[in-house]
């Protein structure tokens, strides 16, 4: 229909001492990929986080500001 299409999935709350913390990712952020894998919305985001493996480092780039960054998060645990 050659609509735009929305990719990734915004941060909106990041907890205090958290890996997301850790890995200074900020709120309003956008999550575009995970490991290489494209994130299409944020119920795509919660299922490709709960497939990975609790302690792996992983890459995300986030857009933040009109600009691609690269994050190295270390996955904690769901009470992390």
Request: proline content about 5%; aromatic content about 0%; overall charge negative.
């Amino acid at each position: 229909l050659g609509l735009p299409r929305r990719l990734g999935a915004r941060i909106i709350e990041i907890r205090p001492n958290s890996p997301a913390a850790a890995a200074d990712l900020q709120v309003d952020d956008v999550i575009l990929q995970i490991d290489g894998t494209p994130i299409d919305d944020d119920d795509h985001l919660v299922n490709v986080v709960k497939l990975t493996e609790v302690d792996k480092e992983i890459s995300i780039v986030v857009l933040r500001g009109g600009k691609q960054l690269v994050r190295k998060v270390r996955l904690g645990s769901a009470d992390s």
